[in-house]
């Protein structure tokens, strides 16, 4: 079993749409929980950070993070042709490694005008 | 502000050669940590250095793989004696810190291919 789970899609939504984007984790020692875009070729881009339950808010996107059933998602509100990307969860577990991080394999997101 | 910057950006080695993948982290970083990513498989982490040190290298291969950050200069993956398997996409990320909040940036990635 991997250690962050997460529906490789592809997703395929229409502009302004919501999409759900979602992972599951299985090591309770997990704290901490990052969303990464990466477009086509490039690197991972930061997108949200959080390390406790609840929604955090970062214009259209929210991160929320449910650690009771090891669950974290990301909504994207009004998505746009430019938030075509494959999105990356990420976790780490603390320790002397904070940057030592956990991904899930990625979802690939196509928004269609 | 330049960000993580790698280089070079594609690199194509013929088996049995070495692979110098360099990293110069963001300004005032002294946090480094390089991933791999194989087609169709997510990010692995490999190793994680601090300036003149290995902190983790729980993520590196035991052999042929190595990892160094001096105390001038970028970070460097070298990879020896290449196989077809080593190709990847390579990416470095840097760290202001090291604790709570740490945030992670990463640069545009090196592309090996091995023919």
């Known amino acids: 079993q991997k250690e962050v789970e997460q529906d490789p899609g592809p997703l395929s939504v229409p502009e302004g749409a919501i999409v759900s984007l979602n992972c599951t984790y299985s090591n309770s020692a997990f704290q901490y929980f990052m969303w990464y875009r990466q477009y086509s070729r490039k690197g991972p881009e930061l997108l949200m950070y959080t390390y406790s339950s609840g929604n955090k808010e970062d214009g259209r996107f929210t991160a929320q993070v449910d650690k009771s059933s090891k669950y974290i998602s990301l909504f994207i509100r009004d998505s746009q042709p430019s938030d075509s990307a494959t999105y990356l969860c990420?976790?780490?577990?603390?320790?002397?490694?904070?940057?030592?991080?956990?991904f899930g394999q990625g979802t690939i997101l196509t928004v269609h005008p | 502000n330049a960000g993580v910057m790698q280089n070079p950006r594609h690199l194509v080695r013929r088996r049995g050669q070495e692979a110098r993948l360099r990293c110069s982290p963001m300004?005032?970083?002294?946090?480094v940590y390089w991933y791999r990513q194989l087609p169709e498989e997510g990010l692995k982490f490999m190793v994680y250095?601090?300036?003149?040190?290995?902190?983790?290298e729980s993520g590196m291969p035991k052999e042929r793989f190595s990892a160094e950050f001096p105390k001038e200069g970028p970070s460097i993956l070298r990879i020896q004696q290449v196989v077809r398997g080593d190709s990847a996409a390579y990416f470095c990320?840097?760290?202001?810190?090291?604790?709570?909040?740490?945030?992670?940036?990463f640069g545009q990635g090196t592309r090996l291919t091995v023919v």
């Open positions: 990320a840097s760290s202001l810190r090291n604790g709570e909040g740490t945030e992670a940036f």
């Open positions: 300004k005032g970083h002294s946090h």
């Open positions: 990420a976790t780490n577990g603390g320790g002397t490694s904070y940057g030592k991080l956990t």
């Open positions: 250095l601090q300036k003149e040190n290995i902190i983790d």
